[in-house]
């Protein structure tokens, strides 16, 4: 199926978009049909059955362009009138289940259902086949349903920032499928500072996944916090405590000096903190938190918003990245083929469909 024939969605906005919004959507929708291609071709990559989702996020000025393909979410916390945080969703969710996504893989012959004992999770499924299930309708790679209605074209988004607007997370349906929209921002909000608020959102998505799904290994849970500049910031009124906590500018960070052991800063283009769940700490990139002891660190992160993130930042090894177990549920294959190589996969590849 040739994605071509399947145009980009606009998301409703109230506003004109800008003149820089056109060209930056065309070479959006150009590098993400660009990306599925050399992904396909690469000689190393098996992805006749895996794949993943992107969001990608353009920012000039107060102007955001944002790319969307399958359930990775883009979220905005903002202030209203009344200096109450909330959250803004800035993507749509590319599930199965929506009208126009399950009409185009039934149009290709591919089919949408859910299984018995997670009727919640509808999944895209080979017409006369019963896998592979894969529970999102656009994605990078999962070529075996690319001739079925799975496609790798973004919507895309636009959106005028404004003095309100503080922060934009960037995330996986691992985290969103155990916290809400408003618990992530608040999560960030409390953290103790930048650095430490994407490891703090992954962290409390890994332990609500042990109380939500205490039968199943995590999801991938993967993070990205976008901290907009107010103007308080930019004018130097920063107050002196804060200086620990933040960036100077955006160019810099806070890294430990190996030598001396000193908190310094240090000239970088990293602006956005991530965090992964199947990434290694890195010393340079978080700042150090004091370890609290806490009876159930797990309730704490679902149950306070407005309090100290500290005690839902995990500090020991074996138990930070306990993603790495294994990813199963939502996302994942319910019957794998046996995948060959080289020229067989060809007779294997007409076998399936």
């Given at each position: 199926?040739?994605?071509?024939?399947?145009?980009?969605?606009?998301?409703?906005?109230?506003?004109?978009?800008?003149?820089?919004?056109?060209?930056?959507?065309?070479?959006?929708?150009k590098a993400f049909k660009l990306m599925d291609?050399?992904?396909?071709?690469?000689?190393?990559?098996?992805?006749?059955?895996?794949?993943?989702t992107a969001v990608t996020l353009i920012k000039q000025g107060q102007d955001l362009v944002i790319g969307n393909v399958g359930d990775s979410r883009a979220v905005l916390a903002t202030r209203d009138k009344d200096d109450s945080?909330?959250?803004?969703?800035?993507?749509?969710?590319?599930?199965?289940?929506?009208?126009?996504?399950?009409?185009?893989?039934?149009?290709?012959k591919g089919r949408v259902f859910a299984l018995q004992d997670e009727p919640e999770v509808p999944r895209v499924w080979?017409?006369?086949?019963?896998?592979?299930?894969?529970?999102?309708?656009?994605?990078?790679?999962?070529?075996c349903l690319k001739d079925?209605?799975?496609?790798?074209?973004?919507?895309?988004?636009?959106?005028?920032?404004?003095?309100?607007?503080?922060?934009?997370?960037?995330?996986?349906?691992?985290v969103w499928d155990v916290l809400s929209n408003k618990e992530a921002v608040d999560i960030v909000a409390s953290a103790p500072g930048r650095a430490t608020a994407a490891r703090a959102l992954v962290d409390c998505a890994v332990r609500?996944?042990?109380?939500?799904?205490?039968t199943s290994k995590t999801d991938d849970c993967a993070v990205v916090c976008l901290f907009l500049e107010h103007p308080c910031a930019v004018n130097g009124e920063v107050e002196e405590q804060d200086l620990r906590k933040i960036p100077?500018?955006?160019?810099?960070?806070?890294?430990?000096?190996?030598?001396t052991g000193q908190l310094e800063t240090k000239e970088d283009s990293r602006d956005p903190i991530f965090m992964h769940s199947g990434t290694t700490r890195n010393s340079d990139e978080i700042v150090p938190v004091p370890e609290l002891t806490v009876e159930n660190p797990s309730v704490?992160?679902?149950?306070?918003?407005?309090?100290s993130l500290a005690e839902c930042i995990s500090t020991s090894e074996d138990e930070e990245w306990s993603a790495l177990e294994g990813i199963t549920r939502v996302n994942s294959l319910l019957s794998l083929p046996r995948l060959l190589s080289g020229d067989k996969r060809a007779a294997s590849w007409r076998k399936w469909v």
């Open positions: 199926m040739d994605d071509e024939s399947f145009d980009s969605l606009d998301v409703e906005e109230t506003e004109t978009p800008p003149d820089m919004f056109l060209p930056l959507k065309k070479s959006i929708l291609k050399e992904l396909k071709l690469h000689p190393t990559i098996d992805c006749f059955c895996s794949g993943t945080l909330l959250a803004v969703q800035l993507t749509v969710d590319l599930k199965p289940d929506l009208p126009r996504e399950a009409a185009r893989i039934q149009q290709c080979l017409p006369n086949n019963n896998s592979p299930g894969l529970a999102m309708a656009r994605a990078f790679g999962d070529f079925f209605g799975l496609i790798s074209v973004p919507d895309v988004y636009y959106r005028c920032l404004n003095d309100r607007d503080e922060f934009i997370i960037l995330a996986t349906d691992g609500a996944w042990r109380l939500k799904y205490p100077m500018e955006p160019g810099e960070h806070f890294a430990t000096d190996e030598n704490m992160c679902q149950g306070q918003s407005k309090r």
